[in-house]
Structures are given as structure tokens and as C-alpha cells.
């Protein structure tokens, strides 16, 4: 039986409310409030802990909360992972209250509301619907409401995988990034997250002669740093790879595309054309292209000197690089050094590994399938997040996660500006759309029928 979506449509708007208005900003982290909410939510539900749910802290304020449907254990668990921290604010600079949870003109108002406590409310109401439907099920289902995706996992996903496997040990899992509308001119694109770029902070370091300022010369550390810098920017970007993910993600998108855009997308496999391509595409399109097939290096902090009139002996820059699945810190180090030249040193700084699954798999394939009904005319692809995610922390317990928060977004729906950004917002029709798809994926996928 179907579960009445207008009715489940308007509980999640209420509990995404309720969940904006928990303020959970990280740093500097503070979960709590949002987890308490979850856990109202559920004891309603005649849920109760440890046996239906459990919370753990890794900190005085920082808790996570898993709750499990359990099924006849013939296959192994699907895991509903979605964050409840999100990123600070600049009050001054909203319309609304950030955190006031408002519903304006058919959208739910709020920090987190993109990014993923609207996610996390469509997660929680597709668990209750399962449960209010006493569904059969072949395989446990896992909810886990976790901190501090936002500030580099310690405190949610890590300290999860880490001390607490047994709780979120699962097959297959799903997470934010994909199956909502990305337009593309007049193509609506769908694209479900199958991989993620890894992560590797370089200082960027270089030397020179010191003195006073009166007396100028050219072996100036401050000199040598802004040549190298602007070494990378007129390079452009570093060399083209071509991922499976990617030869995947254009293969897919070619077969849904019209003559010639299809022969297009056909020849983005071959890396010369890709490059070429770089050469000539501005704004937008040319910086998704490059971030979906070259490493990239983005510098984002300078420092030299202690004093105005003393010319300092070092200097350094913080260079952000998003490395491809597949490329090793090591590489996107000489790829960086071949282009700023012999004046550099680099330091690594961090890392993060990236991660990249299979697009043959058999949730990959109802995902795929249940998206193209959400929009028949609607291109549905593999994708790679260009950013992170804690998709890479669930792959080291073994778990294959993909991006999948589906829904149809109005057109002209600013979303790739609005998750971390000003007047963030989530439309109710958005959450109606996609309820209906996730329902479908997890009883197909779950249930023992």
C-alpha cells in the first residue's frame, strides 16, 4: 500500500522546521539539540533505546544517532546517512531568520536546508513510512544522523567507522549528492554521485635573499612565490585524466542525448579533445570540465614577512588540490611542481583518499531506473563530486555509497549557489517529487517480497 504522500510531504517540511531551528553550526559544533529532536521524533514512533536506536558521543555536545529496521538478515543492511551539522552563517546578509525554519512562498527557509538537514528529513520519513507500513524486509535498514560532516568527520563518520562498525556496518549506503535537477541549457541533468574527488593541502613554499626593503633585488621570496603562482594560472589546469567515472558519466549521458550533442559527449572519452575543450569553454562549464578530469590546484592563503620594510627570506601559500580517483598526493606534487617550476618546495599539509564505486551495481541500477521515472526526459548519469563528502570514511568499513537525494527542482532554482550560501532554501514541490523515488528504491531494495 502506498504510503499518502501529501500528508508525509507536509510531516517532513514539519520536521525539517523543527531541525533548521536546532542550530547545529560547525565549527564550532554542537549537535545535540538536532539529535534530541530525531530521538522525540522516534520514541513517538514507539521507537525505543538501545533495542530500536542508539546514541553515541565522540564529544561533550557532539552525538550521533542510529536507528535500524531490522529485517530476515538474508542480505546484508542499506545505510541512510545524512548530516545534521551545517556551516555557519553571516546573519546579516539573509532575508530571513537563518535559523527560523520559515515556510515562504512554498519553501522551507533555513540554513541546512540544502545541505542535508532537508536530505536527512526525507531519509527519516521514508524509515517511518517503512516502519507504519510494517514492511518485510530482506535486509536491515540503518538511519544514521551524524555530526560533523561539515569540519572533516572526527566527530561523526570516522568516529562511527572507527569505535562504532557494528552500528553502521552495512552493504550498500546512501548519502547527499545527486538525482536532483542540474539544468544544462535546456537538458535537465540527474546525476547521481558514484565517486569523489580526494583531498590534498599542499604549503607551497619559497626562499630568498633578506634585506631591507630600501635596497629591492630580484631574489625576493615574496617575487619568486607570485611568479609560481601565476605559472599555475596561466597553465590553465594540470593534465587531463580521463576516469572511469567520468568515460562512464558521458557514455550514459550520450545515449540519452540528442544528434550532435551525443557525438559531442562521445568524444570528451578522448583526453586531446577534453583539452581542447578547456581552451575554448568559459565560465561554468569550463570549470566543472576541469574539475571532473584534472587534478586540481586552487591557491587560497598567502603569507610572508613579519615587517613592512624588511624583505622577508621565505614565503609560503596554502594550494587546495582535489585530486581524481586513482591519482596519488605524489602525483598531484610533481604535476604542480612541472608547471610552478624549481623555485618551489611543497609541504603536504592533509589528505583525504576520494573514493569511486561501481556504476554496475544493482542498487546503482534501480537508482538509475527509479530516477528516470522522477523525469522521463530528464538525462540521468553517473557523477563525480568534485568536493567531499564522508562517502570516502563509510568506503574504508567496506560500504558502497552513493549520492542519492532525489527530486525535481522548479526551473530557474539556484541550487548550486544557495547549499553554504545566502537565503538558503528548499521548495516543498522538491520534497514531494521525491519522496515517491526514495519510498521506491528502498522497498525494491529492502523489502522480502
Same mark, same amino acid.
Given at each position: 500500500?502506498?504510503?499518502?504522500?501529501?500528508?508525509?510531504?507536509?510531516?517532513?517540511?514539519?520536521?525539517?522546521?523543527?531541525?533548521? *531551528?536546532?542550530?547545529?553550526?560547525?565549527?564550532?559544533?554542537?549537535?545535540?539539540?538536532?539529535?534530541?529532536?530525531?530521538?522525540?521524533?522516534?520514541? %513517538?514512533?514507539?521507537?525505543?533505546?538501545?533495542?530500536?536506536?542508539?546514541?553515541?558521543?565522540?564529544?561533550?555536545?557532539?552525538?550521533?544517532?542510529?536507528?535500524?529496521?531490522?529485517?530476515?538478515?538474508?542480505?546484508?543492511?542499506?545505510?541512510?546517512?545524512?548530516?545534521?551539522?551545517?556551516?555557519?552563517?553571516?546573519?546579516?546578509?539573509?532575508?530571513?531568520?537563518?535559523?527560523?525554519?520559515?515556510?515562504?512562498?512554498?519553501?522551507?527557509?533555513?540554513?541546512?536546508?540544502?545541505?542535508?538537514?532537508?536530505?536527512?528529513?526525507?531519509?527519516?520519513?521514508?524509515?517511518?513510512?517503512?516502519?507504519?507500513?510494517?514492511?518485510?524486509?530482506?535486509?536491515?535498514?540503518?538511519?544514521?544522523?551524524?555530526?560533523?560532516?561539515?569540519?572533516?568527520?572526527?566527530?561523526?563518520?570516522?568516529?562511527?567507522?572507527?569505535?562504532?562498525?557494528?552500528?553502521?556496518?552495512?552493504?550498500?549506503?546512501?548519502?547527499?549528492?545527486?538525482?536532483?535537477?542540474?539544468?544544462?541549457?535546456?537538458? %535537465?541533468?540527474?546525476?547521481?554521485?558514484?565517486?569523489?574527488?580526494?583531498?590534498?593541502?599542499?604549503?607551497?613554499?619559497?626562499?630568498?635573499?633578506?634585506?631591507?626593503?630600501?635596497?629591492?633585488?630580484?631574489?625576493?621570496?615574496?617575487?619568486?612565490?607570485?611568479?609560481?603562482?601565476?605559472?599555475? %594560472?596561466?597553465?590553465?589546469?594540470?593534465?587531463?585524466?580521463?576516469?572511469?567515472?567520468?568515460?562512464?558519466?558521458?557514455?550514459?549521458?550520450?545515449? *540519452?542525448?540528442?544528434? /550532435?550533442?551525443?557525438?559531442?559527449?562521445?568524444?570528451?572519452?578522448?583526453?586531446?579533445?577534453?583539452?581542447?575543450?578547456?581552451?575554448?569553454?568559459?565560465?561554468?562549464?569550463?570549470?566543472?570540465?576541469?574539475?571532473?578530469?584534472?587534478?586540481?590546484?586552487?591557491?587560497?592563503?598567502?603569507?610572508?614577512?613579519?615587517?613592512?620594510?624588511?624583505?622577508?627570506?621565505?614565503?609560503?601559500?596554502?594550494?587546495?588540490?582535489?585530486?581524481?580517483?586513482?591519482?596519488?598526493?605524489?602525483?598531484?606534487?610533481?604535476?604542480?611542481?612541472?608547471?610552478?617550476?624549481?623555485?618551489?618546495?611543497?609541504?603536504?599539509?592533509?589528505?583525504? /583518499?576520494?573514493?569511486?564505486?561501481?556504476?554496475?551495481?544493482?542498487?546503482?541500477?534501480?537508482?538509475?531506473?527509479?530516477?528516470?521515472?522522477?523525469?522521463?526526459?530528464?538525462?540521468?548519469?553517473?557523477?563525480?563530486?568534485?568536493?567531499?563528502?564522508?562517502?570516502?570514511?563509510?568506503?574504508?568499513?567496506?560500504?558502497?555509497?552513493?549520492?542519492?537525494?532525489?527530486?525535481?527542482?522548479?526551473?530557474?532554482?539556484?541550487?548550486?549557489?544557495?547549499?553554504?550560501?545566502?537565503?538558503?532554501?528548499?521548495?516543498?514541490?522538491?520534497?514531494?517529487?521525491?519522496? /515517491?523515488?526514495?519510498?521506491?528504491?528502498?522497498?525494491?531494495?529492502?523489502?522480502?517480497?
Amino acid at each position: 500500500m502506498q504510503p499518502n504522500w501529501a500528508e508525509a510531504t507536509q510531516e517532513t517540511v514539519k520536521h525539517l522546521s523543527r531541525l533548521i *531551528q536546532a542550530e547545529t553550526m560547525n565549527p564550532p559544533g554542537n549537535e545535540l539539540p538536532a539529535i534530541l529532536m530525531i530521538k522525540d521524533i522516534l520514541e %513517538r514512533e514507539g521507537l525505543h533505546s538501545p533495542g530500536d536506536f542508539v546514541i553515541v558521543e565522540s564529544a561533550p555536545q557532539r552525538v550521533n544517532l542510529i536507528a535500524r529496521l531490522r529485517g530476515d538478515g538474508s542480505q546484508r543492511p542499506l545505510l541512510l546517512s545524512g548530516h545534521v551539522d551545517v556551516v555557519p552563517v553571516e546573519r546579516e546578509k539573509w532575508s530571513r531568520n537563518p535559523f527560523g525554519g520559515e515556510v515562504i512562498n512554498g519553501e522551507v527557509w533555513g540554513r541546512g536546508a540544502l545541505d542535508m538537514k532537508g536530505f536527512l528529513a526525507m531519509y527519516l520519513q521514508i524509515f517511518l513510512q517503512v516502519r507504519r507500513a510494517n514492511l518485510p524486509l530482506k535486509r536491515d535498514l540503518i538511519l544514521a544522523a551524524i555530526a560533523d560532516e561539515e569540519a572533516g568527520f572526527d566527530h561523526g563518520s570516522k568516529f562511527l567507522v572507527s569505535q562504532h562498525r557494528e552500528l553502521i556496518s552495512a552493504e550498500y549506503g546512501l548519502t547527499e549528492g545527486g538525482a536532483f535537477t542540474i539544468p544544462m541549457g535546456k537538458l %535537465r541533468i540527474y546525476a547521481i554521485q558514484v565517486a569523489e574527488k580526494g583531498v590534498t593541502w599542499l604549503k607551497m613554499v619559497t626562499k630568498g635573499k633578506p634585506g631591507h626593503a630600501s635596497l629591492p633585488h630580484e631574489d625576493n621570496a615574496v617575487f619568486h612565490l607570485a611568479q609560481a603562482i601565476e605559472k599555475i %594560472r596561466c597553465a590553465g589546469h594540470l593534465p587531463v585524466h580521463i576516469t572511469p567515472t567520468f568515460r562512464a558519466m558521458v557514455s550514459k549521458a550520450a545515449t *540519452q542525448a540528442k544528434f /550532435p550533442v551525443s557525438i559531442f559527449l562521445r568524444g570528451l572519452s578522448v583526453p586531446w579533445i577534453v583539452s581542447l575543450c578547456l581552451k575554448f569553454l568559459k565560465g561554468y562549464p569550463k570549470t566543472l570540465l576541469t574539475a571532473l578530469t584534472t587534478n586540481t590546484c586552487t591557491p587560497t592563503l598567502l603569507h610572508a614577512g613579519q615587517k613592512t620594510n624588511v624583505i622577508p627570506a621565505e614565503a609560503f601559500a596554502h594550494i587546495d588540490c582535489r585530486r581524481l580517483p586513482g591519482q596519488s598526493p605524489e602525483d598531484v606534487m610533481r604535476e604542480v611542481l612541472a608547471i610552478a617550476g624549481n623555485r618551489i618546495s611543497l609541504e603536504p599539509l592533509d589528505t583525504s /583518499p576520494g573514493a569511486a564505486f561501481p556504476t554496475d551495481s544493482p542498487l546503482y541500477r534501480l537508482l538509475e531506473e527509479e530516477t528516470h521515472k522522477l523525469d522521463p526526459q530528464g538525462i540521468v548519469i553517473p557523477m563525480m563530486m568534485p568536493g567531499a563528502t564522508d562517502a570516502c570514511v563509510y568506503r574504508e568499513a567496506g560500504i558502497t555509497m552513493y549520492g542519492f537525494t532525489p527530486g525535481r527542482l522548479p526551473e530557474g532554482f539556484p541550487v548550486l549557489s544557495l547549499a553554504h550560501g545566502h537565503d538558503e532554501r528548499l521548495p516543498i514541490s522538491f520534497i514531494e517529487s521525491g519522496l /515517491p523515488v526514495l519510498w521506491e528504491v528502498v522497498r525494491k531494495f529492502c523489502a522480502a517480497l
